[in-house]
């Protein structure tokens, strides 16, 4: 599970509490807050 900030990698991840879904393009990408539920700095991802 990753959390807002955390640079995991290029793939798509998925919010672990509504399921929306971002596609990290770049190594050096950061996972951002969740675009649907909003849920800020509480927001995980796992890789879908």
């Not at 290029?10 to 672990?16: L, R």
């Not at 596609?23 to 807050?33: E, F, I, M, Q």
Request: hydrophobic content about 10%; charged content about 30%; glycine content about 12%.
């Amino acid at each position: 599970m990753y959390s807002i900030g955390e640079k995991p990698g290029k793939g798509t991840y998925c919010c672990t509490n509504c399921n929306w879904k971002v596609t990290l393009d770049d190594d050096d990408d950061r996972l951002p807050p969740c675009g649907s539920c909003g849920k800020g700095q509480d927001t995980k991802y796992e890789k879908c």
